[in-house]
C-alpha cells in the first residue's frame, strides 16, 4: 500500500515553469495584501488634472487645424506642380534631338582669309572650327570651364537651388532684384540659353538674326521656369559629358569665334586639344563678357581675368598651387597671327569686293586667298605711325591712309586710318572719293606724251585765263605765285606748275585726258572744264595708286584686285579666282618710260624730295587741293607702287601741310620699311637724248595757209587748242 503522505514527484508543467504555479492557479491564488505605505503613495500619484483655459484650448485647436490645413494643402500643391513638371520635362525630352545635331548651332558661315603665303591673317563671319568633346579638349579647358561656371555640375540635375539662392543673396547685396545680375544658372542651364530651348532661327519669323538673340537671352521668371524645364529634360537625355560637349562647341569666345576650337585656332593658332591651364584658363575667362575680355581687344584684361580662373582651378584641386603660381606668372600670350591683327581694313575691302553669299551673308565656311603680304602691312603701319608720333603735333584729328601695290594691281597692303587694329571701319583708302590736286598731272602729261610730245619740250609759263561759259573768266595760278615763262614739260611736272598742265592740257585734248586718266582707272566723274588739269575731280586712294601702276607696269591699265582664290572650307576647287590684273594698253611704253623718268625728277629734283630713299629710284607725284584740304603722295619704286592721303574726314583744311610734306614723308618711311633687304633696282625709265627744242604742239590736220597763221598767232598769244 502506498503512503499517501509520501511526497508526489514535481509533474512535467511544474519544470517547464521553475515551479512556478500555473496562470490558472495564479489567477485563482488570492492576492497578497498590499502595504499601507504603497496605497497611499498611488493615491498621492492620482492628483486630479488641472482645468485648462478654454480660450487657449480653442485657439490651440484652431492651430493645429491651420497647420494640418497648410501641410494638407502644400504636399497636394506639391504634388500636382511635380506633376505638371514632370510631364512637361517629359514633353520636352520627347522633342530633344540627337547630341550630333546641336554641336554646331550658327545661323551663318565664316569666312577665312589667308595672305600671299597661305597663312591665316583674318577671320570674318562666325568663325567654327570644328566638332570637340568633352573628352577630345584639353582636360584644362575642361576644367576651367566647370570650375568657373558651374562647379556642381557633376553634381546636380539640371538646375541648383543652392546656387539660385547664392545668386539672389548677392544680388540684393549689391543692390539689384533679385532675378538681377547673377542667375544662378548651371552650365545646363546656360547650354539650354544657347539652345534658345529648341527654338531654331528663321529669318521670316525674325527681324533680325540680333533681335532673334536677344529674345533667347531674356531673363525673365517665366523664361527661367522654362529654362530649367529644358535643362532638366536634356539631364534625362544626354550624360554630363554631352551637356558639356554642346556647351564647348557653342560658347561665343569672342573675335568671331564660336565654340573651343575656332577660340583656341582663333587667339592661339593651335587645336583646343593642345591648350595650357594658362590658355584653358583665358577661353574660359572670355565666357562671361566674351566681347570685351577678348585677348585681341584687350590682352592684360584677358590675362587678369585668366589669373582669377587658374585661382578657382586651385581652389577646386584641379590644379597645384604651384602649377597655378607659375601660369599666373606666364599667361597665355596671342599667336602670330592673332597678334599682328593684321590687315583690318584689307580684310573688309576684300570681303565687300566679293560675292555676298559667299563673304558677307554666307551659310558656307570660306576660304579666301588673298595678295595681303604681312610684312608689308606691317612696314606700312609702322610707317605711319613713326611720321604721327614724331612730326605731327600731338592731338591731331589728322587722318591719313595708305596704299601698297604690286604693277599688276596685287594690293599688298592697306591702311585706311590711324587706328588700324580695326574691323568695320570707315576706310579712307576706298571709301573716301576726295580731290586729288596736282597728283592727277601725270595722266596730262600721259596723254600729250601719247600724242606725240617729249620730256624736254617747251611751254610757256606766264598769266593765262579762260572764259568758262556760264562762269566767266578763269584764271589758274601756280602755288610759289610766279611765272618761270618758258619751261620743259619735265620742269613742269617736277615743280608742278599749273599753268603750263592747263596748257598741256588744252593743247593735248581735254576729252582725251578724260579718256586717258579713265582708262587708267579712275572711274569717278572726271572735271569737264580745264580745270580738270589742275585735279578738281575727285577720286579714292585706292583708284589712283591703281592709275600710278598703269604707268609704272609699261602703259598698261590695272584693277587693283585682293582676292586671289575662294573655295569652300573642305573643298580643294575653287570657285573663283581673282577679278583684277592688267588690263588693255593705255599709253605706249616709250611713253610710260618716258613720264617715269619726268616723275623721277619730281622726286630727285622737284616737289617730291622728301620721299627719296637711299639707294632706290624713286618716281611720284605731289598733290595738294584747294585750301589744303586734301594732300597726296603716290610714287613708285621698280617693285612696289604706293599712294598716302592725308586730310580731316569733315574737310578742315590741313595747318602747313602740302603733298610734298608729310605725305612725302609717310610714303618714305613706309617704303623703306617695305624695302629693307631687297636688291635695288633701277626704274624702267628711258635713257634721255638730245630732242631738238620746240614749243610742242599736237598733230593736226592740214589747213589752208591762211588759216594756219592765225590760229599760230592765237595759240601764241592764249596758248590754247
Given at each position: ?37 504603497a496605497k ?18 480653442f ?8 497647420l ?26 520627347l ?30 563671319g ?15 579647358l ?32 549689391e543692390?539689384?532684384?533679385p ?5 544662378g544658372?548651371?552650365?545646363t ?17 525674325w527681324?533680325s ?43 561665343y ?22 591648350l ?76 565687300a ?12 565656311d ?28 600731338e592731338?591731331?584729328?589728322a ?7 604690286s ?13 588700324t ?31 606725240g ?15 568758262i561759259?556760264?562762269?566767266g ?18 620742269f613742269?611736272l ?5 599753268i ?29 572744264g ?10 579714292s586712294l ?23 582664290e ?20 593705255v ?28 639707294r ?13 584740304r586734301d594732300?597726296?603722295?603716290?610714287g613708285?619704286?621698280?617693285e ?6 592725308m586730310?580731316?574726314?569733315?574737310n578742315?583744311?590741313?595747318?602747313g601741310?602740302t ?55 592765237l ?7
Amino acid at each position: 500500500m502506498s503512503d499517501s503522505r509520501r511526497k508526489k514527484p514535481p509533474l512535467v508543467a511544474e519544470k517547464r515553469y521553475g515551479r512556478t504555479a500555473p496562470k490558472s492557479a495564479r489567477k485563482s491564488a488570492k492576492p497578497k495584501a498590499k502595504p499601507a505605505a504603497a496605497k497611499k503613495k498611488r493615491a498621492t500619484a492620482r492628483k486630479p488634472a488641472r482645468k485648462q483655459n478654454p480660450i487657449v484650448a480653442f485657439f490651440r485647436r484652431i492651430f493645429g487645424w491651420v497647420l494640418r490645413l497648410v501641410w494638407s494643402l502644400v504636399w497636394r500643391t506639391s504634388f500636382v506642380v511635380a506633376l505638371i513638371v514632370s510631364f512637361a520635362v517629359g514633353y520636352v525630352y520627347l522633342t530633344l534631338p540627337d547630341v550630333d545635331e546641336l554641336l554646331d548651332g550658327r545661323a551663318r558661315g565664316s569666312v577665312t582669309l589667308l595672305d600671299r603665303d597661305d597663312r591665316v591673317f583674318a577671320w570674318r563671319g562666325d568663325q567654327f572650327g570644328g566638332v570637340v568633346t568633352a573628352d577630345t579638349v584639353s582636360k584644362h579647358l575642361k576644367n576651367a570651364v566647370v570650375a568657373t561656371e558651374d562647379k556642381r555640375f557633376y553634381r546636380h540635375f539640371g538646375i541648383s537651388p543652392r546656387g539660385v539662392a547664392s545668386a539672389v543673396r548677392i544680388n540684393l547685396r549689391e543692390g539689384r532684384g533679385p532675378l538681377s545680375g547673377h542667375g544662378g544658372s548651371t552650365l545646363t542651364q546656360q547650354t539650354a540659353k544657347l539652345l534658345c530651348l529648341g527654338v531654331a532661327y528663321d529669318p521670316d519669323d525674325w527681324e533680325s538674326e540680333a533681335a532673334y538673340v536677344r529674345d533667347c537671352r531674356r531673363g525673365s521668371l517665366g523664361r527661367k521656369a522654362k529654362e530649367a524645364i529644358y535643362a532638366m529634360a536634356m539631364e534625362v537625355k544626354y550624360t554630363k559629358d554631352e551637356i558639356l560637349s554642346v556647351y564647348l562647341n557653342r560658347a561665343y569666345m569672342g573675335g568671331g569665334a564660336y565654340g573651343a576650337e575656332a577660340a583656341a585656332q582663333r587667339y592661339f593658332g593651335k587645336p583646343a586639344a593642345n591648350l595650357t591651364p594658362a590658355e584653358g584658363a583665358m577661353l574660359a575667362g572670355l565666357l562671361t563678357a566674351p566681347s570685351s575680355l577678348a585677348p585681341t581687344a584687350n590682352l592684360q584684361r584677358s590675362q587678369d581675368r585668366a589669373a582669377t580662373v587658374l585661382r578657382l582651378m586651385s581652389e577646386q584641386d584641379y590644379l597645384s598651387e604651384k602649377d597655378t603660381a607659375f601660369y599666373q606668372a606666364n599667361p597665355a600670350t596671342l599667336s602670330e597671327a592673332a597678334k599682328a591683327n593684321a590687315g583690318g581694313y584689307f580684310a573688309d575691302w576684300v570681303m565687300a569686293s566679293g560675292p555676298e553669299f559667299f563673304t558677307r551673308n554666307t551659310t558656307e565656311d570660306v576660304i579666301l586667298k588673298t595678295t595681303l603680304d604681312p610684312v608689308i602691312q606691317a612696314a606700312a603701319e609702322e610707317g605711319l605711325r613713326w611720321v604721327f608720333e614724331n612730326k605731327v603735333r600731338e592731338g591731331s584729328k589728322a587722318q591719313a591712309a595708305i596704299v601698297v601695290m604690286s604693277a599688276d594691281g596685287a594690293v599688298r597692303a592697306m591702311v585706311g586710318g590711324r587706328e588700324t587694329q580695326v574691323s568695320g571701319a570707315f576706310n579712307r583708302a576706298t571709301q573716301a572719293k576726295r580731290q586729288t590736286g596736282s597728283a592727277f598731272k601725270p595722266f596730262v602729261y600721259a596723254t600729250a606724251l601719247e600724242r606725240g610730245a617729249h620730256y624736254d619740250d617747251k611751254v610757256l609759263d606766264e598769266p593765262y585765263c579762260q572764259n568758262i561759259h556760264g562762269s566767266g573768266q578763269w584764271c589758274p595760278k601756280n602755288y610759289t605765285g610766279k611765272y618761270y615763262g618758258d619751261v620743259s614739260l619735265t620742269f613742269a611736272l617736277q615743280n608742278s606748275l599749273n599753268i603750263p598742265a592747263v596748257k598741256v592740257s588744252e593743247q593735248a585734248g581735254r576729252e582725251n585726258v578724260r579718256t586717258v586718266a579713265s582708262m587708267f582707272g579712275i572711274e569717278s566723274d572726271l572735271a569737264a572744264g580745264p580745270a580738270l588739269a589742275l585735279g578738281a575731280s575727285e577720286s579714292s586712294l585706292l583708284e589712283m595708286t591703281g592709275a600710278y601702276a598703269g604707268i609704272l607696269n609699261g602703259g598698261s591699265s590695272v584693277t587693283p584686285y585682293g582676292l586671289v582664290e575662294l573655295r569652300l572650307l573642305g573643298d580643294e576647287s575653287s570657285l573663283m579666282g581673282s577679278g583684277g590684273g592688267i588690263g588693255e594698253r593705255v599709253i605706249s611704253d616709250a611713253a610710260a618710260r618716258e613720264l617715269i623718268w619726268m616723275m623721277e625728277k619730281v622726286v630727285s629734283e622737284g616737289t617730291g624730295a622728301r620721299a627719296q630713299m637711299p639707294r632706290w629710284q624713286v618716281a611720284g607725284k605731289t598733290g595738294t587741293t584747294q585750301a589744303a584740304r586734301d594732300a597726296w603722295f603716290i610714287g613708285f619704286t621698280s617693285e612696289y607702287v604706293a599712294g598716302v592721303w592725308m586730310g580731316y574726314d569733315d574737310n578742315t583744311p590741313l595747318t602747313g601741310v602740302t603733298g610734298g610734306g608729310l605725305p612725302a614723308e609717310i610714303w618714305r618711311e613706309a617704303m623703306v620699311r617695305i624695302h629693307e633687304g631687297v636688291e635695288p633696282k633701277p626704274l624702267p625709265a628711258f635713257v634721255p637724248k638730245p630732242q631738238p627744242k620746240k614749243v610742242w604742239t599736237p598733230d593736226r590736220p592740214k589747213r589752208s595757209g591762211i588759216e594756219d597763221v592765225v590760229n599760230g598767232i592765237l595759240r601764241d598769244i592764249f596758248g590754247g587748242n
